[in-house]
């Protein structure tokens, strides 16, 4: 609830602070005191439209801050902890400051904030009727959530919400596919020449590296076959090592008997160096035997290196990588095989889907027309004590084009009032009279007030233009509001100041230079004297004091 407003250089208001309590709060004064000012300063602390006028004479700017105490957990508190707003412990602060030159700046527990984000959150603290053109009971937008709300709809709202949801998701799932689909299709025929091309060469794992190093030895054959040749010639011919070894242990062999065996480990070496000479002669003789000159084994060996290598460039991968690439087109091809039917199965899922959802959407409409049945009773039980009974109101239910279905379903709820038999009905917010619209949004609020619990509600000369009986009767339901919300009335009725718990009194009072409007808390006595001015006028006499001391005994403490 509101339990801080101060204001600085306002208009007639230099400078005011007050404070706020619980239950039903009421302001009076005379005709032109301020009363509207009072208003007017709220109404730039909630975010309202700020217009230059609202400076003082002489102020360089305006400021009004406004204080709300909030349960911890509140709606509003956890909105702005998505801004990255840090909550504080006196309470919630809204506060704007306004130039002479008419711009302004906003802010939330000292946070500078949009003057949007402050209008949003106002809005959720704080309900106005009778002086703001966008009060909340006007906002036809709000209808449809106020009548799910008084009619107790939740449960069919998350019925229709998670139908809507497996609908969209449905139908998204089928747009891709169809998407893809479509792609795929453009891309068939890429897809199919690309796929025979790495098949038709059906690369192997390491091909490159063996084919590169055929390649490389195949281009140097003459010069290593030359070499090899110069080697074997080297081994066997007249001269070679292998004759040289075989005549060295001939001699040796000879007269090894009379060397007494110094001559065994020369022998053993050379009959080593024999057998590994052999053998090198022989592995010779097999490379020289593996060595391929023909040009064209060169050549393929050339032509299927190149293609290997051209066609991972292509494909922008290496070429041991190139069955992969195969593997992907063929998932690719399957695809546009098997993707018309899978395309036809999302198409048959988003068809259940938008069934369920309009079978929900539905059944929520018949809940809607019944709960509307309901509000539309029990306002016209409100309208008659309130001098409206002439009055219809109707809430008037219409189908949403399909592009406008969505997770509360497919109705658009307005309310409507014909405030005289015969007169065509229209939306609320289209009555002229401000007291009778005042008058209407009372009977609403008195209907929806569990329904929408905005924690302070605020109500602009709603009894303007009846008394008596009319008079009682408001104030007995802003009486019954407050026991649920913290309702603050400015008044010229002196039944409906008599309902109040708190009472303030607003006037002028002469300074230098100027007039200022100054707010003053009543006592007991104060509040007696005050509804009798209300009730006798300018001169208060005994006989006014006593009914006012009977307006304050019937209305109890």
Not at 93 to 103: E, M, S, T
Not at 523 to 535: F, N, Q, T, V, Y
Request: one cysteine or more; a negative charge; hydrophobic letters at 45%.
């Amino acid at each position: 609830m509101l339990t801080t407003l101060s204001i600085r250089d306002v208009v007639l208001i230099g400078r005011l602070d007050l404070s706020f309590h619980a239950g039903l709060c009421v302001l009076t004064g005379e005709t032109g005191s301020g009363k509207s000012i009072l208003l007017d300063a709220l109404g730039l602390a909630l975010g309202m439209r700020a217009e230059a006028r609202l400076v003082r004479h002489g102020a360089d700017q305006a400021s009004v801050t406004a204080v709300f105490d909030l349960a911890a957990g509140h709606p509003v508190l956890e909105t702005l902890k998505g801004h990255a707003i840090p909550g504080l412990e006196d309470g919630l602060v809204l506060r704007r400051v306004l130039g002479a030159d008419g711009r302004s700046k906003a802010f939330i527990n000292d946070q500078p904030v949009s003057v949007q984000l402050l209008k949003e959150t106002g809005a959720a603290l704080v309900d106005v009727h009778g002086q703001f053109e966008n009060q909340r009971l006007l906002n036809e937008g709000a209808h449809r959530g106020l009548l799910d709300s008084f009619g107790g709809l939740s449960a069919g709202l998350k019925k229709t919400g998670d139908a809507h949801k497996v609908w969209k998701d449905a139908a998204e799932a089928r747009i891709r596919a169809e998407a893809e689909m479509e792609a795929a299709g453009r891309d068939e025929e890429f897809l199919r020449h690309a796929l025979d091309e790495i098949t038709g060469l059906d690369p192997k794992p390491g091909e490159e590296t063996d084919l590169a190093r055929q390649r490389t030895l195949m281009m140097h054959g003459e010069q290593l076959v030359a070499a090899m040749n110069t080697a074997a010639e080297e081994l066997r011919g007249d001269g070679g090592a292998l004759r040289s070894l075989e005549a060295a242990l001939r001699e040796l062999e000879r007269v090894a008997g009379k060397a007494d065996g110094r001559l065994a480990d020369t022998l053993d070496a050379l009959v080593r160096a024999q057998s590994e000479t052999t053998e090198a002669d022989a592995l010779l003789e097999t490379a020289a035997a593996g060595m391929d000159l023909d040009p064209q084994s060169l050549e393929h060996a050339e032509e299927r290196l190149f293609a290997l290598r051209a066609l991972a460039r292509k494909h922008s991968t290496e070429v041991d990588n190139l069955a992969g690439v195969a593997e992907d087109l063929a998932a690719k091809v399957r695809g546009l095989e098997d993707g018309g039917a899978r395309l036809a199965e999302l198409i048959v899922e988003e068809s259940q889907a938008r069934e369920t959802y309009e079978k929900a959407a539905q059944a929520l409409s018949r809940d809607r027309k019944k709960a509307a049945g309901k509000l539309d009773q029990a306002v016209a039980k409100e309208l008659k004590p309130l001098k409206l009974e002439k009055a219809k109101f109707t809430t008037v239910l219409d189908g949403l084009p399909e592009d406008a279905w969505g997770p509360e379903g497919r109705d658009k709820v307005v309310f409507h009032v014909a405030t005289n038999p015969g007169a065509p009905a229209g939306p609320l917010g289209k009555i002229s009279s401000g007291g009778e619209l005042a008058r209407f949004t009372l009977a609403l609020k008195a209907v929806l007030a569990e329904a929408d619990p905005v924690p302070t509600l605020v109500f602009d000369e709603v009894d303007a233009g009846v008394g008596g009986a009319v008079a009682a009767a408001v104030g007995e339901r802003l009486a019954g509001l407050a026991g649920r919300a913290q309702v603050l009335v400015v008044t010229h009725s002196p039944q409906v100041a008599a309902k109040g718990r708190h009472h303030w009194l607003v006037s002028k009072s002469d300074a230098h230079p100027g007039v200022l409007t100054t707010v003053d808390a009543l006592s007991d006595e104060g509040r007696k004297e005050e509804i009798a001015r209300m009730l006798a006028g300018a001169k208060i006499t005994d006989e006014a004091r006593a009914a006012a001391d009977s307006l304050l005994e019937s209305a109890g403490p």
